[in-house]
């Protein structure tokens, strides 16, 4: 018998709120997704990640950042739009507590909807999903960046992103020569360009055994590369995300309403091709279509323009350390608020707490806060004005001449 060829689609950050909500629970699920469903139905597994809790239980969580909720009506997008597997490893899972989670997963359970990446504990949320359920069938991971919503040994969540618990886990998926694909949900959002840190981290999943390594969570798309013969996908950007804040005007052209799938052909345990399908849902979050025609190849054009800066190591670290001084004050600014003990009932300084607390056990922004101070340690803080201008105009979906 020949190996097995399947196809994987994959999908970024799907957030039933606001006009999202609404047009879902106006029973417009079909219609929302016939621009892309052909894609769906010709994957053997279609993956995409649901960034934020089904529910009406359980209390908002104490964090920075908005705490996000959606319908338990919304399921009905899932069931209708055709996807197979469900990304629960992100940010927003725990926004209201394991009464949330836990609801969330048994409506997934009672729509026969496989997912992948949180549980009611550390063991449950580790765990790998074979999809198709048979011996041929690809090992699923999924992994989350160490904000609020991650799950510990006797507490609900997440799984989080731990190098040594990530690695054991896709050696033992991958131990019978099965393919394994790894999703993540991390990095710096609006960024453009990946850390250093995730680069390091995600070679490091494929050298453990991993077949592919998609992540997601910036709000914007970022680049790929192909490492040891495995590809690595930084981050498809937003899929169907109305924005959640009242207080910013995102533009149409925007990235926030730009993203892109990705589908892989496996023959057996290797990724033979993939392909690229570039989406929208600007303006409001309430359909999605493929993008075609010379706005697709525009989008193409920028996504290989970020992808060549990954293949060169030292400049993809010049594009990191200016944004390392866009970004690293404002955290500096928080610094001085704080006094010990800390007062829980004054709003201010928990806030203050809480913005720190997840500035240190956060990946992303650990990495930024680290190197941002390196650099003004060392009087490394000049000579980048020309790569912050680039990232401006990168983040417009202009290349930089």
Not at 39 to 44: F, G, L, N, T, W
Not at 92 to 121: A, C, F, P
């Amino acid at each position: 018998m020949g190996e097995k060829h399947l196809k994987v689609l994959i999908a970024g950050d799907f957030c039933p709120i606001n006009r999202t909500e609404k047009a879902i629970l106006g029973g417009n699920s079909r219609e929302m997704i016939k621009g892309i469903r052909p894609y769906i139905e010709e994957a053997d597994v279609s993956v995409i990640n649901l960034e934020a809790p089904l529910t009406d239980k359980g209390q908002p969580i104490l964090k920075t950042g908005p705490n996000l909720i959606s319908n338990p009506e919304c399921i009905n997008f899932l069931v209708e739009s055709g996807f197979n597997l469900i990304n629960t490893a992100n940010n927003h899972i725990l926004d209201y507590g394991e009464e949330g989670l836990k609801q969330t997963l048994g409506l997934l359970d009672e729509n026969n909807l496989r997912y992948v990446g949180s549980g009611m504990n550390l063991e449950e949320a580790c765990r790998s999903v074979t999809m198709p359920d048979e011996p041929n069938g690809i090992r699923f991971l999924a992994f989350a960046e160490n904000e609020y919503t991650v799950a510990g040994r006797k507490s609900a969540g997440a799984a989080p992103v731990d190098f040594p618990i990530n690695i054991a886990s896709i050696k033992k998926a991958a131990a019978d020569g099965a393919p394994v694909v790894v999703l993540v949900h991390g990095g710096n959002e609006y960024n453009p360009i990946p850390s250093p840190g995730m680069k390091k981290r995600y070679r490091g999943y494929i050298d453990a055994g991993a077949s592919a390594v998609v992540a997601m969570h910036t709000h914007c798309p970022q680049g790929y590369e192909i490492y040891n013969s495995n590809p690595i996908f930084y981050s498809l950007g937003n899929f169907l995300f109305d924005t959640p804040y009242k207080d910013r005007n995102y533009k149409k052209e925007d990235f926030w309403w730009k993203g892109y799938m990705v589908r892989f052909d496996f023959t057996g345990n290797r990724v033979d091709d993939f392909k690229i399908i570039p989406v929208d849902f600007g303006p409001d979050g309430t359909r999605i279509n493929e993008i075609t025609g010379a706005e697709k190849e525009i989008f193409i054009n920028y996504l290989n323009h970020i992808s060549e800066i990954l293949k060169n190591d030292d400049e993809a670290e010049k594009y990191w350390k200016a944004w390392c001084l866009m970004k690293g004050s404002w955290w500096g600014d928080y610094i001085g608020r704080i006094s010990y003990p800390i007062d829980r009932n004054d709003k201010d300084s928990m806030i203050s707490a809480l913005v720190l607390r997840n500035g240190m056990t956060c990946e992303a922004h650990n990495e930024l806060l680290t190197t941002y101070w390196k650099m003004v340690a060392h009087g490394d803080t000049k000579g980048y004005e020309e790569y912050i201008d680039k990232i401006e105009n990168l983040q417009k979906g202009v290349i930089p001449k």
